[in-house]
């Protein structure tokens, strides 16, 4: 081939949709690449769960169909390759793991790593392809001056994504496209109409793409169940911050820090959950105020606009998908660890979730909260 | 770029001399062959010529042969149209999923089957389908030649089987219609499926052999066509294309082409067994395979993944095949190797070349020039270690 392909992760939305025609239209030789990561019917009609996947789930048929349909109408080559068995290992089995550990995971940031970011790159060079392209929006540059790969925040910030990209390493970044970064989403949606994309006008996905219905609850008692495993046993007490206590509960893994509904006490102020206690099984609540913490502790880290930290470093924290970025200062602690310490305290640090950290817009890196 | 086809097991372009045989069927001789007037009568000598030729295909009498839809409506025909509830059938775990699917639906209505494996050469022997028989079995089916592998079973064996035990035997011939001679007489079993898209014809034309007396319910009904046992308007120019596939395919055997595509095949296997990590499934210590359709070999490259390969090979105008692809087109390791004890990380790392007889010199050539360098990229970039896939 006289060009090195572009490889395009196509999901069937309006962001990979509009990438691939972007990619087409400046003439680059490209091929489409659909990952199937997870069969939406496996655990259907289980435990609540709805019969009926609909569209806009990971791999649900419709997506396929709409990916491999703007393939079609790109003219370009398009290939469905089939990873859900390292889906269901590096990502589906560490969600159930975390939520029965009393922790809130983040499958996407994992399927980013694992899966879009490394199966996908590896596929893709094997092929013939050099170069993946995705829909994510995020800036992606290199840096000559410091002889680095630097992973910013997108122009829309509204959907800015490099919270889940922040486990990007160097290597991976050099054979990555993100060419919706400097792109709003509303040009993105115009764009995919002037291409005649037909899911120009498909709604963004919100919810983690192998749940559908969204509960996670229903979910871990399914999979279980369908891997002949019993859910562990983690009933336990709900106690107050000074030990009192308020009540029980079923489980673990049905809370998360910061949750105030379905927790199953009546209080004349509203309750939140403080504290999960994985060895006793204790949940604490309290109130809103108690939820504030100043530090985070954090490790399996990956610097990006950085090599190592060596020293206390100034960064903006963000600590979930929604959370704006907080002044914090970094520093190294121990091995593979980093403490960031707020400057005014936050409220719900999670331990499963990442911690991301900023330098203006550029990614520093980032790790799992501890 | 120039482009190789070597995927002729999933389906095959219609010859010329078919396309030209159909053509008139949908614009002069339109007619619905029911019909009384001239029209339809032309339709219906259409049909009954096409009939003629199947017969003499299948070596049966012409009332024998049935047109249908393809290959799943004959395997679904042979199990919904047989068996009641409180029947036993076996079939083989290396069935085509038509077989394999029908069998498991039956069972929510109270008809058992057993699925018997293969033997590591992907051979079903009449000993394990013997020893599967019970007291309330009604029905063998299996297939004639082997999709993945081209492993031509040992029918005429289970054939007496059948006869000794007074059970109904099916053959699920779409692999083999073409590659091998066809004759149910001496084969003896009382229904065979066929599919015209194999054997370059039309993609949903088929036809199915029904023995004479044998009591198949008709899986559609409707009007009275195939004298009551498949409804439907005849799909005219499919019949006529499927006899005219017929007929080249019965012409094909007979003058050596098939022996000649047979050596082809051998000389792209011997190419790419040349390289190293690499065998053909079902092989035995000594090299030795299962006689196998001439145009079928299925090879297993070390330390690979065929989904990959599959596409590497595609960009640059090679077509074959790296397993079955579910419903949203991504591959699953084939279930036939499965079968045959190979385990996963194996089976997905096999392909299949299937060639089809217009195969030239200069096609096994192109593919041998393309293919070692297509497995040493991938395997230099990504190596599969043992366990790293899960």
Known sequence: MPTSPIAVAMSGGVDSSTVAALLAREGAPIVGLTLQLWDQTRLAGKHGIPEQPKAGRCCSIDDVYDARRVA???????????????????????????????????????????????????????????????????????????????????????KDQTYFLFGLTQQQLAHTLFPLGRMTKPAVRELARESGI???????????????????????????????????DSAGELVSAGGAKLGAHEGIHGFTIGQRKGLGVSSPTPLYVIHIDPATHKVTLGADDELATLKLR????????????????????????????????????????????????????????????????EVVGGGWIL | MRRVYFDANAT????????????????????????????????????????????????????????????TEGDNTALFGLLHPGDHMITSSIEHSAVLAAARKLATHDIEYTFVD??????????????????????ISIMHANNETGVIQSVEEIGKIAANTGLW??????????????????????????????????????????????????????GSHERRRRAGTENVAGIVGLAKAAELAMHSLADGTIDKLAKLRDRLEAGILALPGTGVNGADASGKIA????????????????????????????????????????????????????????????????????????????????????????????????????
């Not at chain 1, 709604?203 to 979910?219: N, T």
């Not at chain 2, 010529?49 to 839809?69: G, M, P, Y």
């Not at chain 2, 499926?193 to 899986?219: D, M, N, Q, R, Y």
């Open chain 1, 72 to 158: 079609e109408h790109l003219g370009i080559p398009y290939y469905v390759v089939n990873q859900q068995e390292r889906f269901e290992r590096d990502v589906v089995r560490p969600f159930v793991s975390e939520y029965l550990a009393g922790r809130t995971p983040i499958p996407c940031s994992l399927c980013n790593d694992h899966l879009k970011f490394d199966q996908l790159l590896t596929t893709a060079r094997s092929i013939g392809a050099e170069k993946i392209a995705t829909g994510h929006y995020a800036i992606n540059e290199f840096d000559e001056a410091r002889g680095r790969w630097i992973l910013k925040r997108p122009v829309d910030r509204t």
């Open chain 1, 198 to 232: 037909a899911s120009a006008d498909k709604p963004d996905s919100q919810e983690i793409c192998f749940i559908p219905g969204g509960d996670y609850k229903s979910f871990i008692t399914a999979y279980l169940e369908e891997q002949n495993e019993t859910l562990p």
């Open chain 1, 298 to 361: 954090a490790n399996r880290l990956n610097w990006i606009s950085i090599a190592e930290l060596r020293a206390p470093m100034r960064v903006r924290a963000k600590i979930r998908h929604r959370h704006e970025p907080a002044w914090a200062t970094l520093e190294p602690s121990g091995e593979g660890e980093v403490v960031a310490t707020f400057d005014e305290p936050q409220r719900a640090v999670t331990p499963g979730q990442s911690a991301v950290f900023y330098e203006d817009d």
């Open chain 2, 12 to 71: 095959t372009p219609l010859l010329p001399e078919v396309v030209e045989a159909m053509r008139p069927y949908w614009i002069e001789h339109f007619g619905n062959a029911s019909s009384i007037h001239q029209p339809g009568q032309q339709a219906r000598k259409a049909i009954e010529q096409s009939r003629a030729v199947l017969a003499e295909f299948f070596n049966c009498h012409e009332a024998e042969v049935i047109f249908n839809s393809g290959g």
């Open chain 2, 118 to 139: 293969p033997e590591p050469n992907g051979l079903i022997t009449p000993e394990s389908i013997l020893r599967a028989i019970k007291p309330n079995t009604r029905l």
């Open chain 2, 169 to 222: 035997f099916h053959i699920d011939g779409v692999q083999a219609a073409g590659k091998i001679p066809i004759d149910v007489k001496q084969i003896g079993c009382h229904l065979y499926s066929i599919s015209a898209h194999k054997v370059h014809g039309p993609k949903g034309t088929g036809a199915i052999f029904v023995k004479s007396g044998t009591p198949l319910e008709s899986l559609i009904v409707g």
């Open chain 2, 291 to 390: 006689p196998r359709a001439a145009n079928t070999t299925n090879i297993w490259f070390r330390d690979l993944e065929s989904e990959a390969l599959v596409i590497a090979l595609d960009l640059k105008g090679v077509a074959v095949s790296g397993g079955s692809a579910c419903h949203s087109g991504a591959v699953e390791p084939s279930h036939v190797l499965m079968a045959m004890g190979l385990d996963k990380t194996r089976a997905r790392a096999s392909l299949r070349f299937s060639l089809m007889k217009t195969a030239t010199e200069a096609d096994v050539d192109y593919a041998l020039s393309i293919i070692p360098e297509a497995v040493e990229h991938l395997r230099r970039l990504a190596p599969v270690a043992a366990g790293t896939r899960g």
